[in-house]
């Protein structure tokens, strides 16, 4: 392997360690403050569904002799609809967003466990099985606990979440400069 080629895949798993770590932070705040995480991820889900609409309406008018200007407009109404209502109703929104939570981090937890077996071979692969395990445990979890939980459980699931993704993240990249060491 060239000097290079070796710098390179080190810079990337400084990187990904850099990442890993800042992933850890995050998820032991957003644990700390459970409520204020879930206005947070509220109101940037919102604040993103806006933007995105007015980007689809620009993306519209400026093609509008391309075809599909109506559908074009009517989909930039819907997001920029949806945001301004999670952002007028944030309540409601934010127990609209725990089942849609729940059932991302079922998903996620799926994915996290084949991803894991894919990666069996390797040392570490736990973690990611660690962390598949446990996010599906997590998404289980907003199902028992909704409505009542709502404000504080979508901060609390996100914080865990992005804690163990940020610890798998670490551990992997800590075997993959071993391995270069």
């Known amino acids: 392997m060239t000097t290079n080629a070796s710098e390179d895949i080190k810079k990337n798993i400084n990187g990904s360690l850099v ?4 992933l850890t932070i995050l998820g032991i705040i957003a644990i700390a403050l459970p409520t204020i995480s879930t206005i947070f991820a509220e109101t940037w889900l919102a604040l993103i569904l806006i933007s995105s609409g007015f980007a689809k309406l620009v993306y519209a008018t400026q093609t509008r002799d391309k075809g599909g200007f109506v559908w074009k407009l009517l989909l930039s109404g819907l997001y ?9 109703y944030p309540q409601t929104g934010i127990l609209t967003l725990t089942l849609l939570l729940g059932s991302f981090l079922l998903t996620e937890g799926v994915f996290e466990l084949f991803l ?5 071979p390797q040392q570490n692969w736990t973690w990611v099985l660690g962390d598949g395990v446990i996010t599906l445990v997590l998404g289980a979890m907003i199902w028992f606990q909704w409505p009542f939980n709502a404000p504080w459980l979508i901060g609390t699931l996100v914080g865990v979440s992005v804690l163990f993704t940020g610890i798998s993240r670490v551990m992997l990249s ?8």
């Not at 920029?80 to 007028?88: C, D, E, K, P, S």
């Open 80 to 88: 920029i609809a949806t945001g301004v209502m999670l952002f007028v």
């Open 116 to 120: 894991a077996f894919k990666l069996r």
């Open 174 to 181: 800590l075997n993959a400069r071993s391995y270069l060491s």
């Open 19 to 22: 990442i890993g770590v800042l």
